[in-house]
C-alpha cells in the first residue's frame, strides 16, 4: 500500500515561507530598508469534483448487491492427532473452520453456495451484511454440479440478488466479484471476462462444462460468491481457481446455477407432491436488463397441471405468493407442499392473463406398476428432467430422468449410476420418462441386451456405462 505523505511537510513549507517575508522586510547594512519584494501569485485552489464523480458504475454496482451477499463460516470435525497428545495412540477428532460465500435468492431465506464449502460440516453460520449472524441448514446439494441452497430463518424480509444473464457475455467486458476472500468478508475486486465456455478438469472427480474464466482476483473464501456485471446482475457464481496461476478464476454462469438449482428444488419437492408439469427459462438478452419467462415445456398426462388447464407454451407469471421471475421460482413456490394442497397460478396465454387453481397430486409419471418395475430391476427412483437441462450437453437431447433414490444393493449402483445422474438412454432408446424405462426392462428380448448398455449426464457430459444380469 502507497504510504500517505508526510504532514510534517506542510507546517514546514510554511515555516520557510514566514521566514522569507521576514527577510524581505529586514534591514540591510548601511541602515537603509530593502525593498519589499513582490508578493507571490497564488493561484485559487482547484475545486474538487463532487461526489456523483466518485460513484462509478462500479460502486453503484456494488452498492446495489452488497446487501444480498453473505459470508459463509462453517465447523467441520476431522479425526487427527490430539493437540495436547501428539503421540496419542487414538485420533483425537479436532474442529477445521471453513469460509465461503453465499447469494440470497429469495426474501424468506433461501441461499446459493458452492457444494463444496458446505460438504461434510457440522455446523454452517451466515454473517449477513447487516452484520448479524444466523445457523443455516442445508436444504439441497449436488457434488456433480457443486451447488448447494441453503436456508436460514430471518424475521425480516432480505434483499435478493438481481439476476443477469450469461448468454451475452462478451470477452474483454468489465466483471466485478464479491466474496469472503481469506475471511475478509464482502471483499470487492474486479477484472475482465477473459474467456467464455470453458472446460475445467481440477482431478479424475471433479470437471466443469462452460465455465466463465475472469482475471477478477478469486482468493480461497470467494467460492459461492456472485460475479457481477457492471450494473450489478449475477452472471455467475465463483467456484474455482488454477492453482499456482495468477488471475485465473472460473465461475459457473448464472443461467446454468438456475437450471440446476430449479432441478435440484424439483428432485426435493416431486416425490413428495406433483404439479403435473415440467417448464424452462426463455431468456433474452438486452442491453438494460434480461427479458426473463417460464415457459410450461410439457403437461403430464392426467397430471396436475392438465386437471387445472395449465397448457403448453404458457408463461408461468405468479405461483402462490412468488413472482415467477425464473425456473427456481416455480420449485421454490412449490417446495414443502403436500398433495392435496391448491395454489393460485397466474399464468399468460398469448395476450390474455389466467389465473387458474393447482391442486398438488401424488407424483406419477408412467402407467401404474411402472415405478414398482424400475426399483425392483435397477433400484432407481426417476423424476422427469426437461429439454432445457439435458440440451446444454447435447443439443440433439429432448430430456431424461433424474436419479432421485438409488438402492445400495440394486443392479444400478452396482453398475456405478450415483444420484443426482441424468438417464438419457438405454440400449438404443431415449429415456423420456418412467414409461421408455419400463419398456425396455420388460422388452421380450432383454436377455439378448444383457449386459444392458446405459447413458447418463454426469458434470456436464454423458458417460456410458452397463448395467449386468438385469432380470
Known amino acids: 500500500m502507497r504510504p500517505q505523505r508526510l504532514l510534517l511537510l506542510l507546517p514546514g513549507a510554511l515555516t520557510a515561507l514566514a521566514l522569507a517575508g521576514l527577510i524581505a522586510h529586514a534591514q540591510v547594512p548601511g541602515g537603509k530598508k530593502a525593498?519589499?519584494?513582490?508578493?507571490?501569485?497564488?493561484?485559487?485552489?482547484?475545486?474538487?469534483?463532487?461526489?456523483?464523480?466518485?460513484?462509478?458504475?462500479?460502486?453503484?454496482?456494488?452498492?446495489?448487491?452488497?446487501?444480498?451477499?453473505?459470508?459463509i463460516h462453517s465447523e467441520r470435525?476431522?479425526?487427527?492427532?490430539?493437540?495436547?497428545?501428539?503421540?496419542?495412540?487414538?485420533?483425537?477428532?479436532?474442529?477445521?473452520?471453513?469460509?465461503?460465500?453465499?447469494?440470497?435468492?429469495?426474501?424468506?431465506?433461501?441461499?446459493?453456495?458452492?457444494?463444496?464449502?458446505?460438504?461434510?460440516?457440522?455446523?454452517?453460520?451466515?454473517?449477513?451484511a447487516d452484520g448479524n449472524t444466523v445457523l443455516a441448514t442445508v436444504l439441497v446439494r449436488s457434488r456433480d454440479v457443486d451447488l448447494a441452497l441453503l436456508k436460514i430463518n430471518v424475521a425480516k424480509s432480505l434483499p435478493t440478488i438481481p439476476l443477469g444473464t450469461s448468454r451475452d457475455l462478451m470477452v474483454g467486458e468489465d466483471v466485478i466479484a464479491i466474496g469472503n476472500a481469506f475471511g475478509y468478508e464482502h471483499t470487492v475486486t474486479r477484472g475482465i471476462v477473459s474467456a467464455v465456455k470453458r472446460d475445467v478438469n481440477l482431478n479424475k472427480e471433479i470437471a466443469y462444462k462452460a465455465l466463465i474464466q475472469t482475471d477478477a482476483s478469486i482468493n480461497p473464501g470467494n467460492s459461492g460468491g456472485p460475479l457481477l456485471n457492471i450494473y450489478g446482475d449475477l452472471v455467475g457464481i465463483n467456484v474455482a481457481i488454477r492453482a499456482g496461476a495468477q488471475g485465473i478464476g472460473f465461475t459457473i454462469p448464472v443461467d446454468s446455477m438456475i437450471a440446476a438449482i430449479s432441478e435440484m428444488m424439483r428432485s426435493v419437492r416431486l416425490p413428495q407432491a406433483s404439479d403435473g408439469m415440467l417448464y424452462y427459462d426463455d431468456v433474452q438478452p438486452t442491453d438494460d436488463a434480461p427479458n426473463r419467462k417460464v415457459i410450461v415445456e410439457k403437461v403430464l398426462a392426467k397430471g396436475a397441471a392438465e386437471k387445472a388447464g395449465i397448457q403448453q407454451g404458457d408463461t408461468l407469471v405468479r405461483v402462490g405468493d412468488v413472482l415467477v421471475q425464473c425456473s427456481y421460482d416455480v420449485d421454490r413456490a412449490l417446495l414443502g407442499r403436500q398433495v392435496g394442497d391448491e395454489i393460485q397460478v397466474v399464468l399468460q396465454r398469448q395476450s390474455k392473463t389466467l389465473t387458474v387453481a393447482l391442486v398438488l397430486d401424488k407424483a406419477v409419471y408412467g402407467k401404474p406398476g411402472s415405478t414398482e418395475v424400475v426399483w425392483k430391476k435397477l433400484g432407481l427412483q426417476l423424476v422427469p428432467v426437461g429439454k432445457e437441462i439435458v440440451g446444454q450437453v447435447n443439443a440433439q437431447l429432448n430430456g431424461g430422468m433424474r436419479v432421485t433414490g438409488l438402492s445400495a444393493s440394486g443392479t444400478a449402483a452396482q453398475a456405478g449410476i450415483r444420484q443426482g445422474d441424468i438417464l438419457v438412454g438405454l440400449h438404443q432408446w431415449e429415456i423420456l420418462s418412467l414409461d421408455n424405462v419400463a419398456f425396455v426392462l420388460l422388452h421380450p428380448d432383454l436377455a439378448s441386451f444383457n449386459p444392458l448398455s446405459f447413458y447418463v449426464i454426469r458434470n456436464g457430459q454423458v458417460r456410458r456405462g452397463w448395467v449386468q444380469n438385469v432380470e
Open 35 to 71: 525593498e519589499p519584494t513582490a508578493a507571490p501569485v497564488l493561484e485559487p485552489p482547484v475545486a474538487k469534483p463532487g461526489p456523483s464523480l466518485r460513484q462509478t458504475a462500479v460502486v453503484q454496482a456494488v452498492n446495489r448487491v452488497k446487501g444480498a451477499v453473505v459470508n
Open 77 to 128: 470435525t476431522v479425526q487427527g492427532p490430539s493437540p495436547s497428545d501428539p503421540f496419542a495412540l487414538q485420533p483425537a477428532p479436532n474442529q477445521v473452520n471453513g469460509m465461503g460465500t453465499g447469494v440470497i435468492i429469495d426474501a424468506r431465506g433461501y441461499i446459493v453456495t458452492n457444494n463444496h464449502v458446505v460438504d461434510e460440516v457440522n455446523l454452517i453460520k451466515v454473517r449477513l
